[in-house]
Structure formats: structure tokens, C-alpha cells
């Protein structure tokens, strides 16, 4: 597979952060490390209280990984929203969008640079996301004990009800040779996972920043087509809430979102 060079136009990169300082600690190592082609990385800090999540990003700024970091007084999704729409007017052609609970599974070649190729050679994808690695799925039995007998807890934290479980039943899609396939039926799921995604930047600035269906049902309005391509993995480490964040909760999250 030929890798084209990006050298004059680096990728801009969104990084969602919604506090959690060791997954935030991760999703920013594997960027670090993983990503070879050029791009400008631009933090988005939700104010989060924990004085860690502060490190955290220190220890990445002294490392050189950001061209900005934006830290709001206030911890709402309106915030991260309006920045990042903002600055998507400097953006190039394409954009990263990606949340601070993912880390970039360690490849050959580069990330950025597989999803550039794909959708660089594929004129119909405008939204492409990555493969999740099915491993940090935690089995019902196991988070519902973890839980401590709490259905509905186990639930929300370890995701038992999220349709990419299906992908660890299915051989066809983690062995699948094809650079993308479309987020649409036989795919288990409708719409590439929202947390790291490549977007064609002239859609979201016409029709506005959305999450999941809505957002792959714009693309399609516009007449693109969703895809997922297997050959840039992902973690998904809020599937590990029950292991290192357990008083995270559905309400927390909501109560976040709708601010």
C-alpha cells in the first residue's frame, strides 16, 4: 500500500478531554508515539477537577505534542463543541476528531496516514472511524460481580448492551483484507465509532458537530458514505471504568452532556 506524503498540509488533530488522567495519560502516549505524518494537535481540557489531568497535559506540552491547548473555566460540552468548530476554519480538507478515552493501537505504519490514504483514494467516505479492539470487553458475569450485583451499573460501565460486542463474535470483520467496509447493514454497527474519526472538514463546517447516528446520518444527507476500516485499530478504555473508574456514572455523564 502506497503512503502518501502529508509533509505540506499537516492534519489537524481534536483531542476531547473529559477528564480520567490515566486514560488521558494514554490516549496522549499512543498519539505521541504512534503518529508519524505530519499534524497539529489541539487540546480540548473540560476543566475537569482531578489536579492530575493538569500534569498530565504539562508532561505532553513539555514533550512538544500540542500545537494548543485550550483549558475552559467551565466544564461543558457546549465548550468543547464551539472551539473546536472554531478552529475547524484552519483545518485542511480532512480532520481528526478523537476523545480522550482511546488509545491508538501500535502498528508498522502510521494511522493518520492509513486513514488519509483510504479516504484520499475512496471519493465516497466524508466520515471514516477505526476497528475497536474487542478485548477490553468485560463479559457480563464478570461486571455485573464487579458491580457488586448491580445490572444497571455493569451495564453503563462495562457497556454490556453496545453493539461492537458483535465484532468479537465475528471473525470476518477483524481478518477482513479490505481497507474500509461501510457502517451500514451486515455491519453490526450504523455509524463509526465517535471516537475517533477522520472528517471531511466542509460538512461539519456546513451542517455542525454532532455524536454517532446523527452524525453519520448527516454525512449520508450530504452524500457520503460512514465506513470503518480495519486497518487502524483502537482501545476503548471507558470499557475499563469498572477496574480504575468506578464512581463514574450514567447520571455524571448525562448531567455533562446536557449542560
Not at 471519493?123 to 478485548?135: A, H, R, Y
Not at 451499573?153 to 461492537?164: G, P, Q, V
Not at 463546517?205 to 458514505?225: P, T
Amino acid at each position: 500500500m502506497t503512503l502518501l506524503n502529508n509533509t505540506e498540509n499537516p492534519v489537524t488533530i481534536f483531542v476531547a478531554s473529559w477528564g480520567r488522567p490515566i486514560y488521558l495519560w494514554m490516549c496522549l502516549d499512543a498519539l505521541w508515539r504512534n503518529t508519524k505524518t505530519p499534524k497539529k494537535v489541539i487540546l480540548l481540557d473540560n476543566a475537569h477537577p482531578d489536579p492530575l489531568i493538569t500534569e498530565v497535559i504539562k508532561g505532553f506540552e513539555r514533550r512538544g505534542l500540542f500545537s494548543e491547548v485550550i483549558r475552559f473555566s467551565t466544564n461543558s460540552f457546549e465548550n468543547i463543541i464551539n472551539a473546536y468548530q472554531e478552529r475547524l476554519k484552519a483545518a485542511g480538507e480532512w480532520h481528526v476528531y478523537m476523545e480522550s478515552d482511546v488509545v491508538i493501537k501500535d502498528e508498522q505504519y502510521c494511522w493518520l496516514t492509513e486513514m488519509l490514504n483510504i479516504v484520499q483514494k475512496t471519493p465516497s467516505i466524508g466520515m471514516l472511524g477505526s476497528l475497536i479492539d474487542t478485548e477490553d470487553f468485560i463479559d457480563k458475569d464478570t461486571a455485573i460481580q464487579l458491580a457488586g450485583g448491580n445490572i444497571e451499573s455493569a451495564t453503563f460501565l462495562a457497556k454490556l448492551n453496545s453493539a461492537e460486542r458483535k465484532f468479537a463474535n465475528d471473525s470476518k470483520w477483524i481478518n477482513d483484507s479490505s481497507l474500509s467496509f461501510p457502517a451500514e447493514i451486515p455491519c453490526p454497527i450504523g455509524n463509526p465509532p465517535g471516537r475517533l474519526m477522520m472528517l471531511k472538514t466542509d460538512v461539519i463546517l456546513e451542517q455542525g458537530f454532532s455524536l454517532d447516528m446523527k452524525l453519520a446520518a448527516i454525512f449520508r444527507q450530504k452524500g457520503f458514505r460512514p465506513a470503518i476500516t480495519t486497518r487502524v485499530r483502537h482501545r476503548h478504555l471507558s470499557l475499563l471504568n469498572l477496574y480504575d473508574y468506578t464512581a463514574y456514572s450514567e447520571i455524571e455523564r448525562n448531567e455533562f452532556f446536557d449542560e
